[in-house]
């Protein structure tokens, strides 16, 4: 039986008072739009729709909340970032509201920070291990769609991210396929670590 067997749609949440009081541990999912979130969740999960999969970035527009056992741990799939077609005031308030679940949330034990291993570390990923690093909680870094890169690309661009990710302590970086299913036992086995 997997870490995440048994996760089941939860709560939605759009405003921090909201968030669930009933709430042990938290494992969240953050990336920028379009980077395999969803897909990752989904894949780990090993189901198809647990995690809204959509062509148009920024469907995830809340902090959606699946629960994984009756001990009170939850996976948190945060809003995909750099989302288009947003009006400012709707952006202003998710940017808030990230920003201050990351940095205040107790309960939150680690990050998995999603990247697109072919377009890794945008300015926008910066921006979010910027937020994060100053908690000196764990961020996990799944560099998804590896499977789009040969042996050689996906060798150089682990390396690469890796070395970049120095200067921020606590941080790991694997790759990871939502199509090959690759990683998937080290990225759960990552997670498990932090909820134990």
């Known amino acids: 039986m997997t870490l995440f067997s048994n996760a089941a749609f939860f709560t939605t949440v759009n405003h921090f008072r909201d968030l669930p009081l009933d709430s042990r541990g938290e494992v969240a999912f953050a990336g920028r739009s379009n980077a395999g979130k969803s897909s990752a969740i989904n894949t780990l999960s090993r189901r198809t729709r647990l995690a809204f999969v959509s062509k148009t970035p920024g469907r995830t527009q809340h902090i959606n909340y699946f629960s994984l056992d009756d001990k009170g741990n939850y996976l948190v799939d ?90 921020y302590p606590n941080c790991s970086v694997q790759l990871f396929s939502s199509l090959k299913k690759i990683g998937m036992a080290e990225a759960e086995s990552v997670i498990r670590g932090w909820l134990e």
């Open 78 to 167: 945060l809003p995909g970032y750099g989302y288009a077609k947003v009006p400012e005031q709707i952006r202003q308030h998710w940017e808030s509201l990230l920003s201050r679940y990351l940095q205040e949330r107790p309960q939150l034990r680690g990050l998995v920070l999603i990247m697109d291993a072919r377009h890794p570390l945008t300015q926008l990923d910066i921006q979010m291990l910027g937020w994060f690093g100053p908690t000196q909680k764990p961020i996990h870094v799944l560099l998804t769609k590896a499977d789009k890169l040969t042996r050689q690309e996906s060798a150089k661009v682990l390396r690469e991210v890796t070395e970049f990710l120095r200067e």
